[in-house]
């Protein structure tokens, strides 16, 4: 019986866990997706070429590996499908779990419905339907993938629910859907997603018995996640290693190495706290060096320096073996170059993450700066100044950094 590796991502998502999942993909036989929607976006470029996922496992760019979306992931049909149109012959190299959960286009106007009436107090949210999707899951009045199989049934369920809940879709001003172009609809996703749909968690441990080489994926990162993130402003799934048990099926002997990625600084999509957003024009360096805007959604992301509080907190959780430094090539430039190694809280310092960050301020330790680390491929050749950064690094989140990379191209990684 063979162990699955696990990519996570260590900050408030947006690390770049496509380009890593993508380099390890290259060495593996499955690479299967646990958990989150599409409003996670992973940007992978492959000579020159940029891919936009958001629901396909990245794994889908090596041609010798097969591809698992599993149960813990809600899918919406219309987006997955579009997203397929990049790609051919994916017949038996893409399983869609029959127990993942239908992201439908009500979904979507319920998520905007009630991020409009939350005025200020807006999570910020995508507005792709994720959480309204997850609380249908959760409150058992979801539908799943398997529902696909007979159409009048789905459909007759979903007009029954919108019945139902008729007050709170006329206060949201959603318009009850037509069975028939319901089941229209419905019919279509059925003729397009029936090829990949499988019982997954049977297909998991088979893979895992025949001592396959398998890569589980992540949506998102852990300070985002609906438990150990910064709640409310979180997303609505489990983000840590620990979800993939439960989004594949696996328990906690199934899961091997664990490879943790965070940037060589921090962003964050949205509302809620983030203690080392910089408002000022390293900032903005940052978000214009980095393209710092979201695959999904196209807004302009937080930006700010490292915090390892944060990210030693991350580790912790996950059970790190390695981390993947990723755009270190972004911080190219900077004389002087800032980690949050502390915060402080009501007049008190403290070196972990509390209940609530909202008031937490960052405590910085200020490194030196370097001119050039875009496109360098051997750790020796990085600037010293660059590497003792790395270094340093590694002695405040306790854990190796094996894995680093220097610019957006799949080559351009130094593995330590």
């Not at 609809?185 to 080489?213: N, V």
């Amino acid at each position: 019986m063979s162990q699955a590796q696990i990519v996570v991502g260590l900050q408030w998502g947006d690390e770049g866990k496509g380009k890593i999942v993508d380099h390890m993909a290259q060495r593996q036989e499955y690479v299967c997706r646990f958990a989150g929607g599409h409003n996670a976006g992973h940007t992978i470029v492959v000579d020159g070429k940029k891919f936009a996922l958001h629901l396909v496992p990245s794994g889908i760019l090596n041609p010798n590996a097969k591809n698992i979306v599993g149960n813990g992931v809600v899918l919406s049909p219309k987006d997955f499908i579009k997203e397929l149109t990049q790609f051919d012959n994916l017949e038996g190299r893409l399983f869609v779990s029959d127990k993942a959960h239908l992201l439908l286009p009500y979904h979507a106007g319920i998520d905007q419905a009630l991020e409009r009436l939350k005025g200020k107090g807006a999570i910020g949210t995508t507005g792709k339907g994720i959480g309204p999707a997850y609380s249908d899951k959760v409150a058992r009045v979801g539908h799943r993938i398997g529902e696909l199989l007979d159409t009048v049934k789905l459909a007759t369920k979903i007009v029954n629910y919108f019945e139902q809940n008729s007050v709170i879709f006329e206060a949201l001003d959603i318009t009850k859907p037509n069975f028939d172009e319901l089941k229209n609809e419905l019919d279509g996703y059925k003729q397009e997603l029936l090829p990949f749909i499988t019982d997954t968690t049977q297909m998991m441990w088979q893979i895992l018995k025949e001592e396959k080489k398998v890569l589980l994926e992540g949506a998102q990162g852990t300070m985002l996640d609906i438990d150990h993130g910064t709640y409310p402003y979180v997303t609505s799934s489990t983000t840590i290693s620990a979800g993939a048990c439960s989004g594949l099926g696996l328990n906690p002997k199934d899961i091997g190495k664990v490879t943790g990625i965070a940037k060589a600084y921090c962003t964050r999509v949205g509302n809620g706290p983030f203690p080392s957003e910089d408002l000022g024009n390293n900032g903005n360096k940052i978000r214009e060096r980095g393209h710092e805007f979201g695959t999904t959604t196209g807004r302009p992301r937080r930006c700010g320096w490292f915090d390892a509080v944060a990210a030693s907190h991350a580790v912790r959780l996950n059970g790190v073996d390695q981390i993947a430094l990723m755009k270190l090539d972004v911080l190219d430039g900077f004389e002087e170059v800032k980690v949050c190694v502390a915060y402080e809280v009501d007049g008190k310092r403290i070196d972990y993450v509390p209940y609530d960050l909202e008031d937490a301020k960052p405590v910085y330790k200020t490194f030196q700066g370097w001119q050039k680390s875009e496109g360098v491929r051997e750790f020796d050749k990085l600037p010293q100044s660059t590497q003792d950064y790395i270094v340093a690094l590694e002695e405040m989140v306790g854990a190796k950094i094996g894995i680093i990379s220097t610019s957006p191209d799949r080559d351009d990684t130094i593995i330590r």
